[in-house]
């Protein structure tokens, strides 16, 4: 015979909240500056829905997303980088929604879209779940 265990009603269960991070979250110029080719164009040509990503801080400054070879494949908005960054500790998954494809030509700043190394990118849609309270 098995016995049935269940949790006291002293112990914590761990509630998560769900977000997805919109566009103006996404650094979407971010991969653009990288040339044809480049393993980030590469990593994110295999990302596909359900994949699961890691969010850290990127040496210098920013905050990146985190392919599963540690490739990071995207970068927060300053924005969303000020939302997230003490929040780090508390995400526990974060899941790519979508790919979407973006080009030179929808970057209203010129100087920018003479900076970018190819014409074409892809940028990750991201849900990150994280927990309660923070």
């Given at each position: 015979?098995?016995?049935?265990?269940?949790?006291?009603?002293?112990e914590?269960v761990e509630?998560?909240?769900?977000?997805?991070l919109?566009?103006?979250?996404?650094?979407l110029?971010?991969?653009?500056?990288?040339?044809?080719?480049?393993?980030?164009?590469?990593?994110?040509g295999?990302?596909?829905p359900?994949?699961?990503?890691?969010?850290?801080?990127?040496?210098?400054?920013?905050?990146?997303?985190?392919?599963?070879?540690?490739?990071?494949?995207?970068?927060?908005?300053?924005?969303?980088?000020e939302?997230?960054?003490?929040?780090?500790?508390?995400?526990?998954e974060?899941?790519?929604?979508?790919?979407?494809?973006?080009?030179?030509?929808?970057?209203?700043?010129?100087?920018?879209?003479?900076?970018?190394r190819?014409?074409e990118?892809?940028i990750?849609?991201?849900?990150?779940?994280?927990?309660?309270?923070?």
């Amino acid at each position: 015979m098995r016995e049935l265990k269940q949790k006291s009603a002293t112990e914590s269960v761990e509630l998560l909240n769900y977000e997805t991070l919109g566009l103006e979250d996404i650094h979407l110029g971010f991969p653009g500056r990288f040339p044809e080719g480049s393993e980030i164009h590469i990593a994110l040509g295999r990302l596909s829905p359900g994949d699961k990503l890691t969010m850290r801080t990127v040496e210098g400054s920013g905050v990146g997303l985190f392919d599963r070879d540690e490739l990071c494949v995207g970068r927060l908005s300053r924005k969303a980088e000020e939302d997230w960054i003490d929040r780090l500790p508390a995400v526990r998954e974060i899941r790519v929604l979508a790919m979407i494809s973006r080009n030179a030509e929808q970057d209203v700043e010129q100087t920018r879209r003479d900076q970018y190394r190819v014409s074409e990118w892809e940028i990750p849609v991201v849900e990150v779940v994280f927990k309660d309270g923070c």
